[in-house]
């Protein structure tokens, strides 16, 4: 069975950090490239960080700098090292993949709370 975990979210004062994991199982982790996506109340979802099977790695500019994605084959699982964190970083995070052509797997979300 295909599956992705993830756990580390938490309620974090601003300036503060956190490390997200993702945890897969049921797959050929590290042929996959990988993503973690958050959703915000009252937004849409939006792709915050990617890394490929390689290592190459890709930010949207609003986490650029502040936020670090990674991966251990050896452990089939996947890090966000989150940084600097601001209230506007609160949401909910999902790391997911696409796993075929037209079907993509996604975690349950671990719930992040920037705030003082």
């Known amino acids: 069975q295909v599956q992705l975990v993830e756990s580390g979210g938490g309620l974090v004062q601003p300036g503060g950090s956190l490390r997200l994991s993702c945890a897969a199982s049921?797959?050929?982790?590290?042929?996959?490239?990988m993503n973690w996506y958050r959703q915000a109340p009252g937004k849409q979802r939006e792709l915050v960080a990617s890394?490929?099977?390689?290592?190459?790695?890709n930010y949207a500019d609003s986490v650029k700098s502040r936020f670090t994605i990674s991966r251990d084959n050896a452990k089939n699982t996947m890090y966000l090292q989150m940084d600097s964190l601001k209230p506007e970083d609160t949401a909910v995070y999902y790391c997911?993949?696409?796993?075929?052509?037209?079907?993509?797997?996604w975690g349950q979300g671990t719930q992040v709370t920037v705030s003082s």
């Open positions: 890394i490929t099977s390689g290592g190459s790695t």
């Open positions: 997911s993949f696409r796993f075929t052509v037209g079907r993509s797997v």
């Open positions: 049921g797959i050929i982790f590290s042929i996959y490239t």
